[in-house]
C-alpha cells in the first residue's frame, strides 16, 4: 500500500537530510522536487522558455552536479512563480508519491499542494543565519567561491521569493509538524522525523 512522506520548508534547513534518512529508515523512495525546480532554472539560464523546458523534462536533467550552485537554487526560484511551470511537473511527482513502496517528497508545497493528504507532514525549518551557515560550508567544501553575506542575502531572498509568490507558497500545511533543526544534529533531525512517522503509522495521533 502507498504511503506518503511529505517534508516542506524554506532553503537547507535540512528537508533533504531528513528525507533521505527517513527513505532509507523506512525503506521508501526520495524525491527531492527542488531538483525539478533546478533543473528548470538550469535550461532557462541556458536560454530556454521555462515551460518548453517544464513541460520536457527527463530524468537525466535530474543527474547534473552544476543544479546544486547559488545561480541555478535562485532561477529555480525565478521560474517556480509561474503556474504554468508548476503544473507541468505535478503529475510527476504525485505519480511518484503513489510508488506502492512508500514514498517521501520534499519540497515547498509537498504537503499543500501535491500531496494534501499525505498522511505525515513535517514543516523542517531553521533560523535563517543557521540554514545559511550550512549553506555555505556546503558550498565551500564544494570549491564555490562564496561569502557567508552573500549566501544569507541569497537564502533570505529566496526564501521571500517562495513564501509570497501567488501560486503555492511556501506555508506550513495546517496539519503538518514543524521540526525547527537549529539547534539539532542531525542524528537528533532524524530521530525527531522518524519518532513522528511511527507514531503516524501507529495511528497514534
Ligand atoms: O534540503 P535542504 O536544502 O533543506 O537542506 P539539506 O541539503 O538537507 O541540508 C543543508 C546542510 O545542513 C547539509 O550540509 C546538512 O548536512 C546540514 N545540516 C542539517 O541538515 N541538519 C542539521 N541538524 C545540521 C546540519
Ligand atoms: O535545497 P534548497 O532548499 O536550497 O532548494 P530546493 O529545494 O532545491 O529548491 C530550489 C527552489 O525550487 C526553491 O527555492 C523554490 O523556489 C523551488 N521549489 C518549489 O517552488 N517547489 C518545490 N516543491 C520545490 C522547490
Given at each position: 500500500?502507498?504511503?506518503?512522506?511529505?517534508?516542506?520548508?524554506?532553503?537547507?534547513?535540512?528537508?533533504?537530510?531528513?528525507?533521505?534518512?527517513?527513505?532509507?529508515?523506512?525503506?521508501?523512495a526520495h524525491l527531492d522536487t527542488g531538483l525539478l525546480y533546478r533543473a528548470?532554472?538550469?535550461?532557462?539560464?541556458?536560454?530556454?522558455?521555462?515551460?518548453?523546458?517544464?513541460?520536457?523534462?527527463?530524468?537525466?536533467?535530474?543527474?547534473?552536479?552544476?543544479?546544486?550552485?547559488?545561480?541555478?537554487?535562485?532561477?529555480?526560484?525565478?521560474?517556480?512563480?509561474?503556474?504554468?511551470?508548476?503544473?507541468?511537473?505535478?503529475?510527476?511527482?504525485?505519480?511518484?508519491?503513489?510508488?506502492?513502496?512508500?514514498?517521501?517528497?520534499?519540497?515547498?508545497?509537498?504537503?499543500?499542494?501535491?500531496?494534501?493528504?499525505?498522511?505525515?507532514?513535517?514543516?523542517?525549518?531553521?533560523?535563517?543565519?543557521?540554514?545559511?551557515?550550512?549553506?555555505?560550508?556546503?558550498?565551500?567544501?564544494?570549491?564555490?567561491?562564496?561569502?557567508?553575506?552573500?549566501?544569507?542575502?541569497?537564502?533570505?531572498?529566496?526564501?521571500?521569493?517562495?513564501?509570497?509568490?501567488?501560486?503555492?507558497?511556501?506555508?506550513?500545511?495546517?496539519?503538518?509538524?514543524?521540526?525547527?533543526?537549529?539547534?539539532?544534529?542531525?542524528?537528533?533531525?532524524?530521530?525527531?522525523?522518524?519518532?513522528?512517522?511511527?507514531?503516524?503509522?501507529?495511528?497514534?495521533?
Amino acid at each position: 500500500m502507498s504511503f506518503t512522506i511529505a517534508i516542506d520548508g524554506p532553503a537547507a534547513a535540512g528537508k533533504g537530510t531528513i528525507s533521505k534518512a527517513v527513505a532509507a529508515h523506512f525503506g521508501f523512495a526520495h524525491l527531492d522536487t527542488g531538483l525539478l525546480y533546478r533543473a528548470v532554472g538550469a535550461k532557462v539560464l541556458a536560454g530556454a522558455d521555462p515551460v518548453v523546458a517544464a513541460s520536457t523534462l527527463a530524468p537525466s536533467d535530474l543527474e547534473d552536479d552544476s543544479l546544486r550552485t547559488p545561480a541555478v537554487a535562485g532561477a529555480a526560484s525565478e521560474v517556480a512563480v509561474h503556474a504554468a511551470v508548476r503544473d507541468a511537473l505535478v503529475a510527476f511527482q504525485r505519480r511518484f508519491a503513489a510508488r506502492p513502496d512508500g514514498a517521501v517528497l520534499d519540497g515547498r508545497d509537498i504537503g499543500t499542494v501535491i500531496c494534501p493528504d499525505a498522511p505525515v507532514k513535517l514543516f523542517v525549518t531553521a533560523s535563517p543565519e543557521t540554514r545559511a551557515e550550512r549553506r555555505f560550508q556546503e558550498l565551500i567544501g564544494k570549491g564555490h567561491d562564496v561569502t557567508l553575506a552573500g549566501v544569507l542575502d541569497d537564502v533570505k531572498a529566496r526564501d521571500d521569493r517562495d513564501r509570497n509568490r501567488e501560486v503555492a507558497p511556501l506555508v506550513p500545511a495546517d496539519d503538518a509538524v514543524t521540526i525547527d533543526t537549529s539547534d539539532l544534529t542531525i542524528a537528533q533531525a532524524v530521530a525527531r522525523a522518524v519518532e513522528i512517522i511511527d507514531q503516524h503509522r501507529k495511528g497514534g495521533l
